[in-house]
């Protein structure tokens, strides 16, 4: 359940943490091409700076063929024969936004595929732990499942695969998280990321390696005549609104296959053909279904789905999902609405706690370690991943923020920046300081701890040696990656309009942002937290500018600026106009 921290007074809006000083460089992709003036040159320009082609088709016929996923073809007839012999399937997925979508993937789609009993069982955050744990398998074995598959999780559940073997229960999984030296012994593993797999696109999320062995499984079902008049074949593509969900949500690269997957939701969901559960949560956030980009998926749908398993239990966000019933969805969709805000203000205060040590360190030590470790003993353990990314995005560091578990165990949630592998950085902790952790694992960008409290200092300092070791000295500065001066004649609702519903943008193949100097005006700061401000071009053209949580700025902006930003859409009240979202402002004067 939900513990909140909260007293009555910080319950109320507060003003944004200050601005820390951290240097922020603007850096052109590159200094020597002009940025196109034509609206289809633009777009041709941004592609080739992703290393990608206009031209390239996001038809699903591009992705990458099933058969090179090692693994898929023993995974496929061992849950071919569970569906044909009517067998009971456990669906044991993860409680982030991936294993949320993935297990809902997963249970429609086996139901579709004619399986007779599916069940989905998620653990808590708060007393079950990640993955596939023995004492989750106990609770497991209590429904008496005849094969239990994993979702986003299991490859390094060693102990729990080992118990559910014991209890005669075989264990399909379905992972994308790196595997550790051993793999599980289970009846069978599809993973992009396990020794000996082929498969080109190494950043699928969970979520699409469920959908990848669903197809796999409709192949060996139709080899064995499975389908027929009275059995339709499903068309598995009706779920790629929820793989595009769990893909953006979870931050994975979108590489060529991955922006297949999620383009190809993204039009089903503009078109209407979506999950009720998913449109709920895109209507309560104020999105516009037929106009809705990644954007909205990672920034709108997705953390009012994460907030479930942030809080409390991420079985609602899979029911909100699975449901066929609009009123049901709705219904969900609020509730999680309603967690979703109680997660913002355990965060920003959380934030505000943490902004404060990170003050003392650098009052104290005249500059910041390069990597960043911290506790407060009240935190929600829930809620430190998102804090860790806020920090990181922050201070440009790699940052670990603990909470203390009901056990009395710290459970730390790590996030990365470009160039440091944080699953590799904690095995070489490991090496270095054998059992100074319990448990650890993820990727590069995203990882979790398990210690006692006690290890904490010793493990600060580790964690903070191995970071100096690898990054070097190399200054911490955020570096903002421009893709150049917008001419004034694009910076035009066509052009935003153009720029929202290409691509799709994300991880990898970063939303375009340009920059360039402009007079301001009626700079003011909105809700304690945001600059509002009027941006004039040389020749005249003016814009409105909005820059979230950079209230800071204005203290040092004079009449002239120059910014970087993001070109959208306003859609406010049914009046659309081109506005410019600010990621940096600093004054020219």
């Not at 009720?276 to 956030?285: F, M, Q, S, V």
């Not at 805000?341 to 360190?361: P, S």
């Not at 360039?516 to 700079?523: P, Q």
């Not at 959208?568 to 600010?582: K, S």
Request: hydrophobic share 45%; aromatic share 4%; proline share 5%.
């Amino acid at each position: 359940m939900l513990k909140s921290h909260l007293s009555p007074t910080h319950r109320r809006r507060r003003s944004a943490p200050a601005a820390t000083g951290l240097p922020v460089r603007i850096r052109r992709r590159s200094e020597s091409v002009t940025v196109p003036r034509e609206l289809e040159a633009l777009m041709q320009s941004l592609y080739q700076n992703r290393g990608a082609s206009r031209d390239q088709s996001c038809t699903l016929a591009g992705l990458h063929p099933v058969e090179q996923l090692h693994g898929s073809a023993s995974a496929a007839a061992l849950l071919a024969r569970a569906i044909t012999e009517g067998q009971r399937i456990l669906i044991v997925g993860d409680y982030d936004a991936d294993g949320a979508t993935g297990s809902a993937v997963a249970l429609l789609g086996l139901r579709a595929l004619g399986a007779a009993a599916t069940d989905h069982l998620t653990p808590s955050r708060f007393t079950d732990g990640y993955g596939l744990s023995p004492a989750l398998v106990e609770v497991a074995a209590t429904r008496a499942p005849d094969l239990i598959i994993t979702v986003d999780n299991g490859i390094a559940s060693l102990a729990g695969v080992e118990r559910a073997n014991a209890l005669g229960i075989p264990v399909l999984i379905t992972d994308h998280h790196l595997p550790g030296a051993q793999l599980p012994a289970a009846a069978a593993i599809v993973n992009p990321n396990q020794p000996g797999c082929a498969f080109p696109s190494k950043s699928l999320a969970g979520v699409g390696v469920i959908f990848y062995l669903l197809v796999a499984t409709r192949a060996c079902l139709r080899a064995r005549g499975w389908f027929g008049a009275q059995r339709p074949e499903p068309n598995l593509a009706a779920w790629l609104d929820l793989v595009a969900l769990g893909t953006v949500a979870d931050v994975v690269a979108l590489d060529q296959n991955n922006r297949i997957l999620v383009e190809q939701g993204l039009r089903r969901i503009r078109h209407g053909r979506c999950r009720p559960g998913l449109r709920a949560l895109l209507e309560i956030g104020g999105c516009r279904v037929e106009q809705v980009t990644a954007r909205d998926l990672g920034f709108v749908a997705g953390p009012r789905l994460n907030a479930a398993g942030r809080l409390e239990d991420m079985s609602i966000g899979v029911e909100c999902l699975v449901t066929d019933d609009p009123v049901r969805a709705m219904q969900l969709a609020r509730e999680l609405d309603r967690l979703n805000r109680q997660r913002r203000e355990l965060e920003f205060e959380m934030r505000e706690a943490a902004e404060t040590l990170v003050a003392q360190l650098s009052s104290s030590d005249q500059e910041l370690p390069p990597g960043l470790c911290l506790f407060g003993k009240d935190w929600h353990q829930g809620v430190i991943g998102i804090v860790a990314s806020r920090l990181k995005e922050h201070y440009h560091r790699p940052v670990i923020v603990f909470a203390r578990g009901d056990d009395g165990r710290l459970r730390g949630s790590a996030r990365s920046i470009d160039g440091l592998h944080l699953r590799d950085l904690l095995a070489a902790i490991d090496r270095r300081h054998p059992g100074l952790m319990e448990r650890f694992g993820g990727h590069a960008m995203a990882a979790g701890v398990t210690m006692a409290e006690a290890h904490l200092e010793v493990f600060r300092q580790a964690f903070i040696a191995t970071v100096a070791a690898e990054l070097g000295a190399v200054a911490q500065v955020r570096e903002i990656l421009s893709d150049g001066e917008l001419a004034s004649s694009l910076l035009s609702l066509e052009t935003a309009t153009a720029l929202r519903l290409a691509a799709p943008w994300g991880k990898g193949f970063p939303e375009p942002v340009f920059d360039g100097e402009f007079a301001i005006s009626e700079v003011r700061v909105i809700k304690d937290q945001h600059l509002k401000l009027r941006a004039q071009t040389n020749d005249g053209i003016a814009i409105d500018a909005i820059g979230f949580q950079l209230a800071a700025c204005k203290a040092e902006l004079g009449t002239r600026a120059h910014l970087a930003y993001r070109l959208d859409v306003n859609d406010y009240r049914g009046l659309r106009q081109p506005q410019l979202i600010l990621e940096h402002a600093q004054s020219v004067d």
